[in-house]
């Protein structure tokens, strides 16, 4: 199975719980989110590519500031329920598309803002997603990229990225803030890094909604357990396997 299959087979049979998941549906990052698109209510015919857009809280989101939001993700069943929840919502100007992150099936300079939200340490080439994200937004228009990060400490970074491959197979990499700052630079952006902020993570849930199989569930109580104390009190660890993340968003504007 190829890696994106691999993507759209893991979420696409829990695309449900990631629409109820507290995680994602909530968090101060949605209202900065808005914040952050705010320029965009006055203008007309505005239009928002939520890249990766998973159950579709970030298209939500924007759709509260721009006049049309593209939800896109790689899994048609992540797609269905976005499509139903923003018809409940009464959101009639989200709407739908299936493709890959690296190969954008847009025009140039087509969107005013790009959003990713909890989407790209799964993505399989991220450069050349900035690539396609800088060619698809509009010369004055705007990124903003949320996600999990990485550790720039090798040891507490290896215990992560071990613990989210268990977890969830389709994981990629958490990139640490120095390089999410050098990829956007490299694809053309003037960029800035917030200070990271901590999201709690309840395990018994946070398995579950993946379906983790019971022997990764045990081996990353297993990791959770052998931890360095420095990797146990970086990450919050507790005893039930209870832990907290790190995640930053990354703005961005393209350079001239």
């Known amino acids: 199975m190829q890696q994106q299959e691999l993507v759209a087979a893991q979420f696409g049979a829990t695309a449900n719980a990631y629409l109820t998941s507290a995680v994602h549906a909530q968090g101060a990052d949605l209202e900065q989110l808005k914040q952050a698109l705010a320029h965009l209510k006055p203008v007309a015919h505005s239009r928002v590519l939520d890249l990766g857009c998973g159950a579709g809280h970030a298209s939500f989101a924007a759709a509260t500031v721009a006049n049309e939001v593209v939800a896109y993700d790689l899994s048609a069943e ?41 989407s790209a340490h799964h993505w399989r080439d991220v450069p050349a997603a900035l690539r396609e994200i800088r060619r698809v937004v509009k010369p004055n ?58 999201i709690d993570i309840e395990f018994s849930s946070w398995v579950a909604r993946m379906r983790t199989p019971e022997v990764a569930v045990a081996a990353i109580r297993h990791l959770w357990e052998k931890a360095p104390a420095e990797v146990r009190d970086r990450y919050h660890v507790q005893p039930d396997g209870s832990f907290a993340l790190e995640a930053v968003m990354v703005t961005a504007s393209p350079r001239e």
């Not at 100007?93 to 847009?106: C, D, I, M, Y």
């Not at 970074?157 to 990829?183: F, K, N």
């Open 141 to 198: 228009g705007k990124v903003v990229l949320i996600d999990i990060v990485g550790a720039e400490d090798p040891l507490c970074d290896t215990w992560l990225q071990s613990v989210e491959l268990l977890r969830d197979p389709s994981h990629i990499r958490d990139y640490t803030p120095t390089r999410w700052a050098e990829m956007f630079e490299t694809a053309g952006f003037h960029v800035e890094v917030s200070p990271a902020w901590r």
């Open 78 to 118: 992540m797609l269905d329920v976005v499509a139903g929840a923003a018809r409940d919502r009464g959101l009639t100007n989200v709407r739908t598309q299936q493709g890959t992150a690296e190969q954008l099936p847009f025009d140039d300079a087509s969107f005013c803002a790009v959003v990713s939200r909890m």
